[in-house]
């Protein structure tokens, strides 16, 4: 922000009375600008807060290699509905080629599901410089509140990283790869002191057996 002052000249009697005029000047714009930054600081708290609102529930990376160097990535993610501050209708995605882009949303304003739950999908295609092992990544802003081993009870400070690694092949010889589908939302709820269990329904179309392991959530690429 800029601040600008207009100077006025005053005619004084005696030294004594200039300096008077000068000390009370210098208090007043003093004053006026504390007043001018206190009055901002708290105009920018009262409003930056809805905008990063509570937000993200959880998401994944997909992709379909459609070429020998281009593939269609799809990225889904579940959102708080009521969050309509933080509705992201474009997001950047980071290629891992040294490029990043940002995407429009693909259905519409997304699609609301029960529990205050949105599902947005973010499609798009790109090319690579040439066949080669990449990681697509996402990063946004702000988890859900009061996830209880999120930096609880401040998980909304919390970022959403979601990352995908994968190796390009050559058609001709090695045919495709494409990435593990999940048709199964990772959206659940458990029970205090019940036995919870998620089953991701994955499978892989290029018929290459599948792994699970406990990971560690992202709040950053590789963090």
Not at 46 to 69: D, L, M, S
Not at 152 to 160: H, M, R
Request: proline content about 5%; hydrophobic content about 40%.
């Amino acid at each position: 922000m800029a601040c600008f002052k207009q100077s006025k000249f005053l005619f004084v009697h005696n030294v004594s009375e200039c300096i008077k005029w000068s000390i009370f000047n210098f208090q007043n714009v003093y004053i006026l600008r504390f007043l001018q930054t206190s009055f901002f600081i708290l105009l920018f708290a009262t409003f930056a807060v809805p905008v990063f609102a509570t937000h993200n529930r959880a998401g994944e990376i997909t992709y379909e290699q459609i070429a020998a160097n281009r593939i269609r990535m799809t990225l889904t993610t579940y959102t708080k509905t009521s969050s309509s501050a933080a509705d992201r209708d474009s997001v950047e995605i980071v290629w891992g080629d040294g490029t990043s882009q940002w995407v429009q949303r693909s259905n519409g304003t997304g699609q609301p599901l029960p529990n205050d739950v949105k599902l947005n999908k973010y499609i798009q295609e790109h090319t690579y410089p040439g066949r080669g092992t990449y990681t697509i990544t996402f990063t946004d802003e702000n988890r859900i509140g009061n996830i209880l081993n999120v930096n609880f009870p401040n998980s909304i400070d919390i970022a959403l990283s979601l990352s995908t690694t994968f190796t390009l092949l050559d058609p001709q010889f090695q045919g495709v790869n494409n990435s593990v589908v999940l048709l199964q939302p990772p959206i659940d709820f458990a029970c205090l002191n019940q036995r919870f269990i998620h089953n991701p329904n994955a499978y892989d179309p290029d018929g290459d057996s599948l792994s699970y392991e406990l990971a560690i959530p992202l709040q950053d690429f590789f963090s």
